[in-house]
């Protein structure tokens, strides 16, 4: 017998399962909100030097003239070839002179310019702060932008290996709630980062929580319902997609808004802690411990409706049926152990599916403003779009299987990203539909990666 056969002894998908799931999923909405929130709270909204001009300057031939802000703008700053103030230089002397409309104005690179040596000036209408704002990280600077991002992710890979590996050992229960402690922490922490560096390392730390809180997480679903199952955390990550547009619209301030996605994983923290979540059976038993296995499991079975069958389960029953499945079982494994048979090496050859997708996926979910339309107005599509793209794809699993599912959705996002490529700028509707598209496409293929996974792996690997 192995735990699978527990499983429907105990009650299958039962109440215990339904609400443990719910409980379980509830975080991934906010968890959606981590991943994408620089979009809105590193966004990089209009700017110019700051202009240091006495709108009365005498040396102005009408003296008596109250000159505008876009008077101020023409003499300091020059324009670029859309007639748009640069973003990074101004004249080095006021140009009054382009203020008389007989004047022809000559071709910027004729008139000495410097850098913004006293700061930038930023359009507020839409973001009141931002990380960009906040510490000038334009021009020379904006690569920091992208990189505080990376440093994120880095964080996220650096969690799956180090807390994932560490859920092995003190167990699933453990590792979800340090994780919802320190994502909790780290997260309110980023939102009063002194600093830019304060700021990539809170991030970094906040990133390791993110993935290692969902290790374990199909443990008690039987194999039969997994799928709608991943199904349904896929809906909810799609949810908080479109939860984060609602909440940073309203919330224009990165501190605030950083504060809002934060604060909820405390309360995550208390209910994991005191009130619900049972340690894995599983891992119980692969761990040696198998009294408390037998009581989770009894728990579990009282939940359901299964009392009398729960009573059945004693600890030599559970070893006795369960000695195949830990004959199977290592002490202990090492990152060499994904590449070591040639089964496992062709579940390797899955990861650079994962890459890929991730690549793809983040790629275009993290370039909202590029799109030339409202950032706020793209991430509802972007995140509206999974929906009938998880639909097709739950169904398209359960009937035709996963890899011919995986391979259409990747070729054709891959298609769609590519003919993206050859579409001029000045056609933005057809370029943002071709990229709605494409990460419609790639969401679909995430959860059939995800579920592909769960399936190829064992679980110490997985």
């Not at 203020?99 to 310019?113: A, H, K, Y």
């Not at 996220?156 to 229960?173: E, H, N, Q, T, Y």
């Not at 991030?203 to 349904?232: C, D, K, N, Y």
């Not at 590449?339 to 579940?347: E, K, L, Q």
């Amino acid at each position: 017998m192995s735990f699978a056969e527990f499983l429907h002894q105990v009650g299958g998908m039962g109440r215990f399962q339904i609400i443990h799931t719910m409980l379980l999923t509830i975080p991934i909405v906010l968890m959606a909100s981590h991943n994408l929130l620089q979009n809105f709270t590193a966004a990089i909204p209009g700017h110019h030097c700051q202009v240091h001009i006495n709108a009365n300057n005498t040396s102005y031939p009408n003296a008596t003239l109250h000159l505008d802000s876009q008077d101020l703008l023409r003499v300091a700053i020059p324009m670029d070839r859309n007639r748009q103030p640069e973003k990074c230089r101004r004249f080095v002397t006021a140009q009054w002179q382009l203020l008389d409309p007989n004047v022809t104005e000559p071709n910027g690179t004729q008139l000495d310019t410097e850098p913004c040596t006293e700061g930038w000036t930023y359009d507020r209408s839409m973001f009141t702060s931002t990380i960009i704002t906040e510490w000038d990280l334009v021009c020379n600077l904006q690569k920091f932008q992208q990189m505080a991002q990376s440093i994120y992710m880095a964080g996220v890979l650096v969690g799956a290996l180090v807390l994932g590996g560490l859920s092995d050992r003190f167990g699933r229960k453990a590792m979800l709630i340090w994780s919802f402690l320190q994502l909790a922490v780290m997260g309110t922490c980023t939102a009063f980062a002194p600093s830019y560096i304060s700021y990539c390392i809170f991030r970094f730390l906040g990133g390791m929580a993110l993935r290692s809180s969902l290790t374990g997480f199909v443990e008690w679903i039987p194999t039969e319902f997994r799928t709608i199952t991943i199904a349904t955390t896929g809906f909810v990550y799609t949810l908080g997609q479109i939860l984060l547009a609602g909440l940073a619209y309203g919330i224009p301030d990165w501190r605030w808004l950083q504060l809002t996605v934060s604060l909820p994983f405390f309360f995550f923290l208390i209910y994991s802690w005191y009130v619900w979540f049972a340690e894995s059976a599983r891992w119980l038993v692969l761990a040696g411990k198998d009294d408390r296995a037998v009581k989770v499991l009894q728990r579990v079975a009282r939940m359901n409706g299964k009392r009398e069958e729960g009573e059945k389960i004693t600890t030599e029953i559970l070893k006795s049926k369960m000695q195949k499945e830990l004959s199977t079982v290592k002490s202990s494994y090492t990152i060499s152990d994904l590449v070591r048979t040639p089964a496992i090496r062709r579940i390797f050859c899955c990861l650079s599916i994962v890459f890929s997708t991730s690549f793809s996926y983040y790629g275009l979910a993290m370039d909202l403003q590029n799109f030339g339309v409202s950032i706020y107005l793209i991430q509802l599509i972007f995140g509206a779009v999974d929906f009938p793209a998880k639909v097709v794809v739950t169904i398209s699993m359960s009937y035709i299987g996963r890899r011919i599912s995986l391979s259409a959705f990747l070729l054709l996002a891959g298609l769609v990203i590519i003919a993206n490529i050859f579409v001029p700028r000045e056609l933005q509707i057809v370029r943002t539909s071709l990229a709605v598209i494409g990460k419609g496409c790639l969401s679909a293929a995430f959860n059939c990666v995800f579920l592909f996974t769960t399936e190829l792996y064992p679980t110490p690997i997985r």
